[in-house]
């Protein structure tokens, strides 16, 4: 069940909506691969009809389970929008659709989390990636220095 206000509700007063949202319902188009969205989304918004709109304001929390970009090691995340504040117009172009009364704001939601998803999750901000194996040297023998020369040190040995 999408998020949805009634505009009768809102004509006296202002409206509390709390509870939990499948991710499901949420239909992110996520194409992160390093990114999964993990159910369900929390809310807490109060809603109020403010001229010819609706005035959202409240926090969202939504799990994820991550891949860090620099280790590759899975780690959870929460994507939290502690002090959220939404328009939604009710006339004009870009007027939310009102069905029998509902207001669906939903789309609304998905937007402003999909602007806040992290654009390269670490598991840590001190990450330093994945153990370096250099390629071409051979692994040092009981401390002492590569066995084979640097690769500029080659190039500096030919002759043109």
Not at 2 to 16: E, Q
Not at 60 to 80: A, D, I, Q
């Amino acid at each position: 069940m999408p998020l949805t206000v009634n505009l009768r509700h809102l004509a006296a007063h202002s409206v509390r909506l709390q509870g939990e949202l499948p991710s499901a319902e949420l239909d992110l188009d996520n194409r992160d691969e390093m990114i999964e969205v993990a159910p369900p989304l929390a809310y807490n918004l109060e809603v109020e009809k403010v001229e010819h709109g609706l005035l959202i304001q409240g926090e969202l929390e939504l799990p994820l389970h991550c891949t860090c970009v620099r280790c590759l090691k899975s780690f959870e995340s929460r994507l939290e929008l502690k002090h959220w504040t939404c328009h939604v117009p009710l006339q004009g172009e870009d007027a939310a659709p009102v069905v029998n009364d509902l207001v669906d704001l939903t789309p609304f939601v998905r937007e402003d989390i999909l602007l806040e998803f992290p654009q390269h999750p670490l598991c840590d901000r001190e990450c330093r990636g994945l153990p370096k194996n250099e390629p071409g040297k051979a692994k040092a023998s009981s401390g002492a220095g590569p066995t084979e020369a640097s690769a500029w040190a080659e190039l500096n040995k030919l002759k043109f």
